[in-house]
């Protein structure tokens, strides 16, 4: 009997530590909600506006779901230059800029009215 009743004091300190830190987490989720879902406008028009011709041909891309790789091999440049251009490094060629609108299934006038003035 003397040693059931610390067992169950001990149990009972566990348990209450593991609601607390539930509670906590619960807590926390409920913010990263919040907070998410008040960036919905900023969100909306970071995907409508895009800064760069990088974002563009990125958002393409990954729309698409093709890796750097395949979007290099398809139009015969090397992986680092589609990562270049996606960063905004350097600009794609014109010739290459067909491509990658052809590739992507859209026009080269409709990638450059993207790109925010």
Same mark, same amino acid.
């Given at each position: 009997?003397?040693?059931?009743?610390?067992?169950?004091?001990?149990?009972?300190?566990?348990?209450?530590?593991?609601?607390?830190?539930?509670?906590?987490?619960?807590?926390?989720?409920?913010?990263?909600?919040?907070?998410?879902?008040?960036?919905?406008?900023?969100?909306?028009?970071? !995907?409508?506006?895009?800064?760069?011709?990088?974002?563009? &041909?990125?958002? #393409?891309?990954?729309?698409?779901?093709? %890796?750097? +790789?395949?979007?290099?091999?398809?139009?015969?440049?090397?992986?680092?230059?589609?990562?270049?251009?996606? !960063?905004?490094?350097?600009?794609?060629?014109?010739?290459? &800029?067909?491509? #990658?609108?052809?590739?992507?299934?859209? %026009?080269? +006038?409709?990638?450059?009215?993207?790109?925010?003035?």
């Amino acid at each position: 009997m003397s040693i059931a009743a610390p067992m169950l004091v001990i149990s009972l300190i566990i348990y209450a530590g593991l609601f607390g830190l539930f509670i906590y987490l619960v807590i926390l989720i409920i913010q990263a909600l919040k907070k998410y879902i008040r960036s919905k406008d900023v969100r909306a028009e970071k !995907s409508v506006l895009k800064q760069n011709l990088g974002e563009v &041909l990125k958002d #393409l891309r990954t729309k698409n779901k093709m %890796t750097q +790789e395949f979007v290099a091999e398809t139009i015969g440049v090397s992986r680092q230059a589609v990562s270049k251009w996606e !960063s905004g490094e350097c600009d794609p060629s014109t010739s290459n &800029l067909i491509a #990658l609108a052809k590739l992507y299934g859209t %026009t080269v +006038e409709e990638i450059l009215q993207s790109i925010k003035q």
